[in-house]
């Protein structure tokens, strides 16, 4: 007679690292108090959002970032092929979110961001630092996908009208908004014994400073834009989210968004591909230690 084998069946390298993007996407969601975005108290800047909604969304894109995963395995190196199995697999993704959403734009740019750093993260596990998966993330972006519509999107409006860097630079560069400023702030606010929240605030609120967010420009102009990045900075240098007089300019800060009609759902994004890359470099993606 067999012993019943109760052990789990171990999680494949795609399936953990779609587990991490998803975990990501739903710990942005629910860190709260964010400016002018859903979080836990509410819809922010939002009509047609909700947190249940980010929820829903983030866990649509699941078998999506499992199958870019899956496509770095297979494929093995950072080419056209890879490039444009990506893009067919992130326009499917779209698709799910759409259906999830009914319509509603939830995850676009995460879709993009968190896409190419999975699909980084895949091709060389070994490899596993910050760097070096936003290095080859960069190099996937800058790469031509034939098959990709070009629609007039909020961002290329936006890119015409004020000549703003987008989403697809910010990948095409690195992530210097993640690597220059999310991921050093939450560093440093994590070593001030700010407490977990706090430090991811204070991340997403580094990462505003500097951002030129799609977003924030197509809803609320030059003005929006510079409320939003004036007023990041003048949290952090009242001291952060963990300070009473930073918590005080941040929720001034959340009453002008809201205001200005300004939701940095770009800034949203980059946040939570900080807290995938820290995860991906601290917990290591080869030994399923999470
Ligand atoms: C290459 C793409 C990113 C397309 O780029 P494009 O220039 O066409 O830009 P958009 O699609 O308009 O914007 C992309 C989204 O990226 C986020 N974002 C904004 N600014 C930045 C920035 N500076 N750096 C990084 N990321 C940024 C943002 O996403 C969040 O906001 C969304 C809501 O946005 P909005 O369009 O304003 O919302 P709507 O509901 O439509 O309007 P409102 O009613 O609210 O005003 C929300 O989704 C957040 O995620 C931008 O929206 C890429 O998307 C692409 O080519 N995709 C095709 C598939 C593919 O090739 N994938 C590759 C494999 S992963
Ligand atoms: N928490 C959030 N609120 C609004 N838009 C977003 N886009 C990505 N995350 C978001």
């Keep these: 007679m067999h012993a019943l084998n109760l052990q789990a069946k171990p999680l494949s390298l795609a399936d953990r690292l779609a587990d991490l993007a998803v975990d990501a996407l ?3 969601a629910d860190l709260s108090p964010k400016p002018a975005l859903v979080d836990r108290r509410g819809n ?3 009509t047609d959002l909700h947190l249940g909604l980010m929820h829903a969304s983030a866990l649509s894109l699941w078998p999506a970032f499992k199958e870019m995963a899956e496509a770095a395995v297979a494929i093995g190196e950072v080419d056209s092929t890879l490039r444009e199995a990506i893009g067919r697999i992130g326009r499917e993704g779209e698709q799910a979110m759409l259906t999830t ?3 509603v734009n939830t995850h676009r740019g995460a879709i993009w961001a968190l896409g190419l750093l999975v699909t980084a993260a895949a091709l060389e596990p070994q490899s596993s630092s910050a760097n070096a998966v936003s290095l080859r993330a960069a190099r996937l972006a800058l790469l031509d996908d034939r098959h990709a519509p070009k629609p007039l999107s909020h961002g290329a409006q936006v ?3 004020y000549g703003a860097r987008g989403a697809r630079e910010e990948a095409q560069l690195g992530f210097p908004s993640v690597l220059q400023r999310g991921l050093p702030q939450l560093k440093r606010s994590r070593a001030n014994a700010s407490g977990e929240q706090n430090a991811r605030l204070d991340a997403l609120l580094a ?3 500097n951002l030129a967010d799609t977003c924030v420009l197509y809803r609320a102009g030059e003005e929006g834009l510079q409320a939003m990045q004036l007023g990041a900075q003048a ?4 001291g952060g989210s963990a ?3 930073g ?3 941040l929720h001034e800060l959340d009453q002008q968004l809201i205001a200005l009609n300004a939701s940095p759902g770009g800034a949203a994004d980059l946040l939570a591909a900080t807290l995938l890359l820290d995860r991906i470099e601290h917990n290591g993606i080869l030994q399923g230690a999470f």
């Design 26 to 28: 739903i710990d942005e």
């Design 44 to 46: 922010g800047a939002h």
């Design 101 to 103: 959403t009914n319509g």
């Design 159 to 161: 890119a015409l009208r």
């Design 207 to 209: 990462i505003m400073t």
């Design 235 to 238: 949290v952090l240098d009242a």
């Design 243 to 245: 300070s009473l007089s």
């Design 247 to 249: 918590r005080r300019r």
